[in-house]
């Protein structure tokens, strides 16, 4: 079971491109790497999953390493609404338990 | 499409009392998890069914805890007797089958024992 490292918290401002690492330094050749954003109140919602070098999405880029140790979430001109909690998440895409466990969580705050 | 829906969105008991959570998952995901979320801890995993059978119950915390899933659709996570530790938010979550850890939460029922 990989077990991942994320900054607890960070600020950042509204326009701004804001970049979160996430270690994983156990992670297996079947793992793949999986991004949640949470709000308050509210179930943790998909962001972007990936494999190794760079997946883009409309919400966000994911950048993977060669040796896939970390990977870094990059959210584009964030806005106030982009405050949360993000996930990362490290597993195989097998839907079993292992490749869905939460950590602590980066909570990120966005101020104007 | 519909999301996953939980039902209550907030349920408040006393200690010793039964209390059932029920989670709707999006039609025709066959995968369907619950999750909990304790007053400042991680989300936790509690179990995985794959349509009607438990394929994954290791995070169950105790056998006050049963869950169900009749006919693979909708699942109830029943807690009797209640004790004051499961207070907390309940999360679904539900994906397709080989959905590669894709998976839509539901808003959460928030248990209170008082």
């Known amino acids: 079971l990989a077990k991942t490292t994320q900054p607890i918290s960070m600020d950042s401002y509204e326009g701004q491109e804001v970049n979160i690492t996430c270690s994983h330094n156990n992670i297996a050749t079947n793992d793949y790497i999986t991004w949640y954003q949470q709000f308050p109140s509210q179930g943790p919602r998909f962001i972007i999953q990936g494999y190794k070098t760079k997946v883009t999405n409309e919400v966000a880029s994911l950048f993977i390493p060669a040796d896939r140790k970390s990977s870094t979430l990059s959210l584009p001109r964030v806005s106030l609404s982009d405050t949360a909690v993000y996930y990362c998440l490290v597993g195989d895409r097998g839907g079993g338990a292992d490749g869905l466990t939460f950590g602590k969580g980066t909570h990120l705050i966005i101020q104007p | 499409e519909a999301g996953v829906t939980q039902f209550p969105s907030h349920s408040v008991i006393e200690k010793g009392q039964t209390v059932t959570l029920r989670c709707d998952p999006i039609?025709?995901?066959?995968?369907l998890y619950w999750y909990r979320r304790v007053m400042g801890k991680e989300i936790k995993f509690l179990l995985h069914f794959v349509k009607e059978s438990k394929q994954d119950e290791s995070g169950m915390p105790n056998n006050r805890f049963l869950a169900e899933r009749t006919g693979g659709t909708y699942s109830t996570l029943k807690v009797q007797p209640a004790e004051l530790e499961d207070s907390g938010v309940y999360f679904c979550a539900s994906s397709l089958l080989g959905g590669a850890n894709v998976l839509t939460f539901g808003a959460g029922s928030r248990l209170t024992v008082l």
């Open positions: 039609s025709g995901h066959d995968n």
